[in-house]
């Protein structure tokens, strides 16, 4: 079953990404590599993909980006307790 809580948002600078593109800023950092970004005019969200490129960030990217980040900190977590 589905939960969908779509509460929009209103974003009266919207209509500047289609003249002069969106303005992303970085919303949640994953890794060193992997970044999530959000526009701060339309509210558009974008992640960085694994060959590089900047996608649209979906429920599966987002649930992939989650995983990510807790199996990152895990990581970084055992790699201060090695080097104490
Ligand atoms: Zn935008």
């Known amino acids: 079953m589905k939960n969908s809580s779509s509460s929009k948002k209103f974003y009266p ?17 994953i890794t ?8 701060k005019n ?3 969200q974008m ?9 649209r960030l979906d429920n599966k990217k987002k649930e992939v ?3 990510l980040s807790s ?3 895990k990581k970084q977590k055992l790699r201060l307790q090695r080097s104490i």
């Open 13 to 29: 600078f919207a209509f500047l990404c289609g003249t002069t593109g969106h303005s992303f800023k970085v919303s949640q950092k």
């Open 32 to 39: 060193n590599h992997i970044n999530e970004y959000s526009c």
């Open 42 to 44: 339309c509210g558009c």
């Open 47 to 55: 992640t960085d993909s694994f060959n590089g490129k900047l996608v």
């Open 65 to 67: 980006n989650e995983c």
């Open 71 to 73: 199996f990152f900190q």
